[in-house]
Nanobody, 120 residues
Framework: VQLQAFGGGSVQAGHSLRLSCATS????????MGWFRQVQGKEREFVAG????????EYTNSVRGRFTISRDNVRHTVDLQMDSLKPDDTAIYYC??????????????WGQGTLVTVSS
């Protein structure tokens, strides 16, 4: 599946951004979905994941309580609502998908990244 991520930008600390992931192939049905992020010089890290059809969600500790992942199974999109953003959240964010297991375990498909910059 081909994934496209939208919604990155530059904000001040404490503000919010919403990222969206969509597919050009029509459907994200039955896919585990999620978001990762990467800072230059560091490994890509898991941020949030959601099962099909959305009953289970998981988050890395540093974003739990501030970020919310959701999916719209009619529009075939997966969103990441990011609130109370911190400068440490600055990274390139990637959408990820997998049919067989949660994306926190491994990823079969990656979208292109979208840059999020949080200034203090």
């Amino acid at each position: 599946v081909q994934l496209q991520a939208f919604g990155g930008g530059s904000v001040q600390a404490g503000h919010s951004l919403r990222l969206s992931c969509a597919t050009s192939e029509g459907t994200l049905s039955y896919y585990y979905m999620g978001w990762f992020r990467q800072v230059q010089g560091k490994e890509r890290e898991f941020v949030a994941g959601i099962s099909w059809p959305g009953t289970r969600k998981e988050y890395t500790n540093s974003v739990r309580g501030r970020f919310t992942i959701s999916r719209d199974n009619v529009r075939h999109t997966v969103d990441l609502q990011m609130d109370s953003l911190k400068p440490d959240d600055t990274a390139i964010y990637y959408c990820a998908a997998n049919r067989a297991a949660p994306v926190s375990t491994w990823v079969a498909f990656w979208g292109q990244g979208t840059l999020v910059t949080v200034s203090s």
